[in-house]
């Protein structure tokens, strides 16, 4: 090939990315792929050799090395090894995924579940199959990539509608023509922000006018409703999901996602997604762990009771030290630095203290809202909680946002 590659529109992106990234890395402000060598307890890690309390953690219920959990992936690769033999439809399926989906849709209360190797992909190939041309998809703004991706490569028409507002909603769903299929998908607890979908206004909208409602619970799970079943739970609104998405790799310490939905539609899915046709089953280890999770989530209810405490602690001393924290009422707690360089500088801070705590810049949240992105779980204590929070109020002081 004789591409002049330097001048390629290509290369000129991959070297914008990286010039972009070395100079964060010079000026000592990268905190990202730090590798984690160890886990130890109470939501604390090993970074770099150095023990810091771990704030970035999706593990919601603390359940990352639960010994129950570890065992039953042990198990696994005892009995089947480490990989599949394929695609599900072909060679790929063994008992171990119809246990985990029936497990699946016992938690989550349907009739069934379908599981893939991601929640990214679970949304691309769920999306993308249930919606097509000539069929309308209205996503929250703040809604996850994944979703975003996965209403793109539908080919449906692509409506967006203002961040948690239902009067947009509701004129987005005026706006199909009369007799087209809509489905409206939003994501249950905001991934940036930490706040909820005003869940019981959605489904009146979709009721009324007739739209499949999706909705993706990567982080409600575990984390909304009094057993951890998630926002139906969280709301009393039991059945009133179309489609229940979520991943296996937060609260679940496993990797994978799911659909549970009504067994006609899982039954649709499976032979006409093609991250079930055309890509390998999940490995068996982790098909067990996550088996294993959901039962552990329900036999240890006090693990959300702790989750709550420990949020409640966070959320309630952040804003009592003048953050703001936006409108979070959950474990992801988003604390407003300003400026991308402001962020750069208290994550320093904070992490030269051992709290290991990531911020989040433009363009992934809009300028001017940059922030600290901190997660509660419910492996940490109270008096590490209280010992992060006056890491982060002494670093906000000096930069002087509080
Ligand atoms: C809301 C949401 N949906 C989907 C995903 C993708 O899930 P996974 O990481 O399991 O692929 C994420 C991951 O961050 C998420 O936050």
């Known amino acids: 090939m004789d591409i002049n590659k330097t001048n390629d529109a290509v290369m000129q992106r991959v070297q914008a990315m990286n010039k972009r990234v070395a100079g964060i890395q010079d000026a000592g402000l990268y905190f990202y792929n730090q590798p984690i060598s160890e886990l130890r307890g109470g939501g604390r890690v090993l970074v770099n050799g150095r023990e810091m309390g771990m704030y970035a953690s999706y593990s919601y219920l603390g359940l990352v090395g639960h010994p129950r959990i570890n065992a039953a992936a042990l198990a696994a690769v005892e009995k089947y090894g480490t990989g599949t033999h394929g695609v599900r439809t072909l060679a790929g399926s063994l008992t171990l995924h119809r246990e985990l989906e029936e497990t699946i849709a016992?938690?989550?209360?349907?009739?069934?579940?379908?599981?893939?190797?991601?929640?990214?992909?679970?949304?691309?190939?769920?999306v993308s199959t249930l919606i097509g041309r000539g069929d309308y998809v209205i996503s929250d703004k703040l809604n996850h990539a994944s979703l975003v991706d996965g209403c793109l490569m539908s080919g449906a028409k692509f409506l967006r509608f203002r961040h948690n507002d239902m009067e947009a909603l509701e004129l987005r769903l005026q706006q199909v023509p009369s007799g087209a299929s809509k489905l409206v998908v939003a994501d249950s607890v905001f991934s940036m922000d930490g706040d909820v979908i005003d869940f019981p206004k959605v489904v009146e909208l979709c009721q009324k006018y007739d739209a499949w409602l999706?909705?993706?619970?990567?982080?409600?799970?575990?984390?909304?409703?009094?057993?951890?079943?998630?926002?139906?739970?969280?709301?009393?609104?039991?059945?009133?999901?179309?489609?229940?998405?979520?991943?296996?790799?937060?609260?679940?310490?496993?990797?994978?996602?799911?659909?549970?939905?009504?067994?006609?539609?899982?039954?649709?899915?499976?032979?006409?997604?093609?991250?079930?046709?055309?890509?390998?089953?999940?490995?068996?280890?982790q098909a067990a762990a996550a088996k294993a999770a959901f039962e552990v989530i329900l036999d240890e209810p006090w693990r959300i009771q702790k989750l709550n405490a420990n949020t409640a602690q966070f959320i309630n001393g952040l804003k009592e030290r003048g953050f703001d924290t936006l409108h979070t009422e959950t474990a992801i707690v988003p604390v407003i630095c300003g400026t991308d360089e402001v962020a750069y500088e208290i994550t320093r801070t904070v992490q030269n203290r051992d709290v290991f705590v990531l911020p989040v810049v433009s363009p992934a949240v809009p300028p001017g809202l940059a922030r600290l992105r901190a997660t509660i779980t419910a492996a940490h204590e109270p008096d590490e909680i209280q010992h992060a929070m006056e890491v982060i109020e002494d670093a906000g002081k000096q930069t002087g946002i509080i």
């Open 106 to 126: 016992d938690f989550k209360r349907t009739e069934a579940a379908v599981t893939y190797t991601s929640g990214y992909v679970t949304n691309l190939t769920v």
């Open 214 to 285: 999706m909705i993706d619970e990567a982080h409600s799970v575990g984390v909304l409703g009094k057993t951890g079943r998630g926002i139906e739970e969280h709301f009393g609104m039991e059945g009133t999901i179309d489609i229940k998405m979520g991943t296996l790799s937060k609260t679940i310490p496993s990797v994978g996602g799911y659909v549970a939905a009504k067994k006609e539609i899982i039954n649709y899915l499976r032979h006409a997604s093609r991250a079930y046709i055309f890509s390998a089953a999940l490995p068996p280890a």
